[in-house]
């Protein structure tokens, strides 16, 4: 009976431990992920939300695109611009927590969303955070 204890109890101490750093290396695996629903690519970004804010309005002066509209309801702020081809884009910068935000960008229009330019747009939020 102590045998098949110790062998049970082994076996669960291998299994939380195994569990334990699955949760752990996910954690870190997520950060750099991109989520793309409905022409929306989404980021998660390990910056404070006022940061990422100032990060997004200063590349949309770089890159001369006008922002057309500002919202925010204290916990996500909506920018509506236009790039110079005329084509509308639009940047959601949401709390998820302290220390973390989750950006959204859509770029183009219903049924012909430009993945590449929302995904470069979020490279340029990525290396302006790491300075």
Known sequence: ?????????????????VGC???IIGAGVGAGTYTYL???????????FDKTLNVCLSILTDLD?????KTTDGEKTTIRSERKN????????????EDWTEVSVRTGVIGYWNRELSEQFHEFIAERLKK
């Open 1 to 17: 009976m102590t045998r098949k204890f110790a062998a049970l109890f082994i076996i669960f101490c291998f299994w939380l431990w």
């Open 21 to 23: 750093a699955v949760v």
């Open 38 to 48: 409905n022409g929306d690519l989404k980021r998660p970004y390990n910056a404070k």
């Open 65 to 69: 695109q006008p922002i057309l509209e």
């Open 86 to 97: 005329g084509s509308p884009q639009t940047i959601s910068v949401s709390i998820s927590s």
